[in-house]
């Protein structure tokens, strides 16, 4: 059965609108399949010359959220539903562990978003790989999905500091123009961190989105020990929050046991 761009993005607004707290759309879905993933606002339309069908052959990078009465959502994932080559594992996996990086940062007091920035392009930076567009940006609770006043991106201007409270984005990502996109995305709150110096007010980061991270497409040859923790700890944690809510024997749920088993 043909799927394309425009199907996930309906199939996405559907499951969605099945919550009775679903408002609309936080923002246009961006479902791109193979190239159309490297152009980092593509919107999918009906008719298009570029609008791709859904194949085992090529990633798709989805990015959408909701507003709901009690909050807004924005996440990001890349899946691959046949066998990825090596080199789309390999960057990947640089895009995870930049993920991971930002998402276990600790920083003092007073930091600004820009100074948190480069945690999460280190693995790309030190094989010159690079993004073009920011690492994180605030979101409202039921608000904006854009919202200040604080950001995570390289432009130095911004120096609202990051506060106990926020809602951030993670979204470090690689682009192989004509090619393939991939975008790693979870909201993470800003809460208070515990330090060996003992002094207060240190700050980290904690995952708000509970969605798996799909563990086929990395390459564990450059992903250290900690970072399969993290990984085995997050996925646990989906688990045990999102698969407590769903229906045993569901063909849903054994995928999400499956997704989140350790690596």
Do not use: C
Not at 52 to 64: G, N, W
Not at 76 to 102: E, N, Y
Not at 195 to 207: A, H, I, K, N, Y
Request: aromatic content about 10%; hydrophobic content about 35%.
């Amino acid at each position: 059965e043909r799927v394309t761009e425009v199907d996930v993005d309906g199939a996405l607004l559907k499951f969605r609108g099945e919550d009775e707290d679903f408002i609309e759309a936080s923002f246009p879905t961006i479902a791109g399949v193979g190239p159309n993933g490297a152009i980092i606002h593509y919107r999918a339309e009906e008719g298009s010359p570029l609008m791709r069908d859904l194949t085992k052959d090529t990633p798709i990078l989805i990015d959408s959220g909701g507003q709901y009465t009690q909050g807004t959502t924005d996440v990001t994932r890349t899946w691959h539903f046949g066998a990825a080559p090596p080199h789309f594992k390999r960057h990947f996996t640089l895009v995870l562990k930049g993920h991971i990086s930002l998402s276990t940062a600790t920083f003092p007091p007073g930091t600004p978003g820009p100074l948190v920035d480069a945690f999460a392009r280190r693995a790309l930076w030190s094989r010159g790989y690079d993004y073009k567009h920011g690492t994180g940006h605030g979101v409202g609770a039921a608000l904006n999905v854009h919202e200040g006043p604080a950001s995570i991106s390289p432009r130095l201007r911004n120096k609202a500091p990051l506060k106990e409270g926020m809602v951030m984005s993670n979204e470090p990502g690689y682009y192989e123009v004509g090619n393939y996109g991939i975008r790693i995305e979870n909201l993470l709150a800003v809460v208070a961190r515990e330090v060996e110096s003992g002094e207060e007010g240190w700050l980290g980061f904690e995952p708000l989105t509970l969605i798996p991270i799909q563990k086929s497409l990395i390459d564990l040859e450059i992903l250290d020990e900690g970072e399969r923790a993290w990984l085995d700890e997050y996925h646990a944690r989906v688990w045990e929050e999102v698969g407590g809510r769903m229906e045993d024997g569901t063909e849903a749920k054994e995928w999400l046991w499956e997704a989140t088993r350790p690596l």
